[in-house]
């Protein structure tokens, strides 16, 4: 399995971005997908998670600013962000998990600044 994500970039404070993670393979319906972020100094941390039923849930500090979603049919997570903060400044990671296997995505750029 392999992940590309992308959609990062510069933004404003307040602005929104939506970030993609599409997968390569056939079992991405049955997987967990999960966004991750790491700020520099900072260990790595959940953002939000979504089940193959389409549970989600969300870390505390976005809940309510972002959105998680899957379209199974392009093998692709989204997270929709808003009203983005600068401690969201990060290097956002998508995580695909999967019977066999944990996959990771490179990582894309988030920096929210005025």
């Known amino acids: 399995v392999q992940l590309q994500a992308s959609g990062g970039g510069l933004v404003q404070p307040g602005g929104s971005l939506r970030l993609s993670c599409a997968a390569s393979?056939?079992?991405?319906?049955?997987?967990?997908v999960g966004w991750y972020r790491q700020a520099p100094g900072k260990q790595r941390e959940p953002v939000a998670v979504?089940?193959?039923?389409?549970?989600?849930s969300y870390s505390a500090s976005v809940k309510g600013r972002f959105t998680i979603s899957r379209d199974n049919a392009k093998n692709t997570a989204y997270l929709q962000m808003n009203s983005l903060k600068p401690e969201d400044t990060a290097v956002y990671y998508c995580?695909?998990?999967?019977?066999?296997?944990?996959?990771w995505g490179q990582g894309t750029q988030v920096t929210v600044s005025s």
């Open positions: 979504i089940l193959s039923d389409g549970g989600t």
């Open positions: 393979g056939s079992l991405f319906s049955r997987s967990v």
């Open positions: 995580n695909l998990v999967q019977l066999g296997g944990n996959y």
